[in-house]
T-cell receptor, first 118, second 113 residues
Framework: ETGVTQTPRHLVMGMTNKKSLKCEQH?????MYWYKQSAKKPLELMFV???????ENNSVPSRFSPECPNSSHLFLHLHTLQPEDSALYLC?????????????????FGAGSRLTVL | AQSVTQPDIHITVSEGASLELRCNYS??????LFWYVQSPGQGLQLLLK??????LVQGIKGFEAEFKRSQSSFNLRKPSVHWSDAAEYFC???????????FGTGTRLLVSP
């Protein structure tokens, strides 16, 4: 496979369930991201991992727990979610920038995991 | 912090007609600007990007965009729209250093026959 692959594509869960979203990239990138896409709202950056270290956590509730075991894989563990957490969760990858003055890098996105919380 | 405004939520264009999608940004330094497209049920695909140099950038699928610093704009254009261009289009601005893209709310393009 090539690009960024997300599984599952669709997930329905109750508020007391525990589930995980998986993301895998085959591009040789070393930075990975989770974004949340809700209707009528801009994409929200949730987490960023660079070289398997978390470098960004945008005030995301603790019911979302990311994990990056290696540079090719990224997980988002979900537990005791709320209905307002229903959204499309997008994973992306890029090359990590080489210092604070480096240029921006291009993100490659997966197709997303559509989450519905009942 | 940077921000992006896409003033048009929906735009309908006839097939074969020209297209311009508006994007205005706010950022204190030279921005890195992007246009992404999202088809239904899909993730975001990069159409084009501006980092520096020529202010008119060419992208995939016949799209182009022009960076106008004086107007803080990065509008997307296509001379002749095809039905397959119907999708949602997102403008984004990035900062130097670590990639922190800030996206606009998107413009949904409808193409009429």
């Amino acid at each position: 496979e090539t690009g960024v692959t997300q599984t599952p594509r669709h997930l329905v869960m109750g508020m007391t369930n525990k589930k995980s979203l998986k993301c895998e990239q085959h591009l040789g990138h070393n930075a990975m991201y989770w974004y949340k896409q809700s209707a009528k709202k801009p994409l929200e950056l949730m987490f960023v991992y660079s070289l398997e270290e978390r470098v960004e956590n945008n005030s995301v509730p603790s019911r979302f727990s990311p994990e990056c075991p290696n540079s090719s894989h990224l997980f988002l563990h979900l537990h005791t979610l709320q209905p307002e957490d229903s959204a499309l969760y997008l994973c992306a990858s890029s090359q990590a920038p080489q210092g604070a003055s480096s240029g921006a890098n291009v993100l490659t996105f997966g197709a997303g995991s559509r989450l519905t919380v009942l | 912090a940077q921000s992006v405004t896409q003033p048009d939520i929906h735009i309908t264009v006839s097939e074969g007609a020209s297209l311009e999608l508006r994007c205005n940004y706010s950022y204190g330094a030279t921005p890195y600007l992007f246009w992404y497209v999202q088809s239904p049920g899909q993730g975001l695909q990069l159409l084009l990007k501006y980092f520096s140099g020529d202010t008119l950038v060419q992208g995939i699928k016949g799209f182009e965009a022009e960076f106008k610093r004086s107007q803080s704009s990065f509008n997307l254009r296509k001379p002749s729209v095809h039905w397959s261009d119907a999708a949602e289009y997102f403008c984004a601005v990035g900062a130097t250093g670590f990639q922190k893209l800030v996206f606009g709310t998107g413009t949904r393009l409808l193409v009429s026959p």
